[in-house]
């Protein structure tokens, strides 16, 4: 059984900083390109960042939004893959899920995407 574990969310004040981390089971990690996407109230999941599959440190692909903030990285031997996110605005508020697509490509269409986790929350509030 699959599973994908996200830990990390919680309540920041904005131009601080916030570290996810995505622990996968049950899946040959480096076999996976990983994704972390978000969803604010009222709107539709968008794509976050990406890594792609393979032995090493994949390709990496960030939305325009979060382009210089946020930085995705995976280690395949803890198959965990990790978000940082630094100087988070209120926008960046919203639940973060980190998904997995069987040697996909850098997708941004979350329907590609094969396994979820639950989500963590992150607020950026003052």
């Known amino acids: 059984q699959v599973q994908l574990v996200e830990s990390g969310g919680g309540l920041v004040q904005p131009g601080g900083s916030l570290r996810l981390s995505c622990t996968a089971s049950?899946?040959?990690?480096?076999?996976?390109?990983m994704a972390w996407f978000r969803q604010a109230p009222g709107k539709e999941r968008e794509y976050v960042a990406i890594?792609?599959?393979?032995?090493?440190?994949?390709?990496?692909f960030y939305t325009d939004s979060v382009k210089g903030r946020f930085t995705i990285s995976r280690d395949n031997a803890k198959n965990t893959v990790t978000l940082r996110m630094n100087n988070l605005t209120p926008t960046d508020t919203a639940v973060y899920y980190c998904?997995?697509?069987?040697?996909?490509?850098?997708?941004?269409?979350?329907?590609?995407?094969?396994?979820w986790g639950q989500g963590t929350q992150v607020t950026v509030s003052s």
């Open positions: 049950g899946l040959t990690f480096k076999d996976y390109t």
């Open positions: 998904a997995a697509d069987h040697l996909g490509y850098a997708e941004r269409d979350a329907w590609s995407y094969d396994y």
């Open positions: 890594e792609t599959w393979g032995e090493g440190s994949g390709a990496t």
